[in-house]
């Protein structure tokens, strides 16, 4: 599968996942949520390459999308993934809450992206 077909992937699962949790659906948001981090694994199997794709949707047109790739890439990518994580922090709502939560314990050195 060619990595740019695994990026909108994640990025479609991310989006079908906000959009079950804002029509109160959280099993259906939980299938996206799963579908995402398979997502992310298969494309952090392909090393640089796999990170490239997804930093592609650091600058995706839905908020949701970046802040969950800049989630996602925080941990090697921190000089891509922090500025998306803080402008989203400064709005109001789910997705920014999320944002600061993350940058929160990214400033506290308590940080750790459990995917495995």
Do not use: C
């Not at 949790?21 to 390459?49: E, P």
């Not at 921190?78 to 709502?93: D, F, H, I, M, R």
């Amino acid at each position: 599968m060619r990595l740019e077909k695994l990026a909108d992937e994640f990025a479609q699962n991310v989006s079908a996942q906000t959009d079950a949790i804002w029509n109160g659906d959280a099993r259906t948001g939980n299938k996206h949520a799963k579908r995402y981090v398979a997502t992310f694994k298969k494309l952090r199997n392909h090393g640089d390459a796999g990170r490239d794709a997804l930093a592609v949707l650091l600058k995706h047109p839905r908020m949701d999308v970046r802040v969950k790739a800049a989630i996602y890439l925080l941990l090697e990518r921190p000089t891509q993934a922090l500025p998306v994580l803080e402008e989203a922090a400064k709005s109001k709502g789910m997705i920014p809450f999320e944002a600061s939560q993350v940058l929160k314990y990214w400033s506290e050195g308590t940080w750790d992206l459990d995917v495995d």
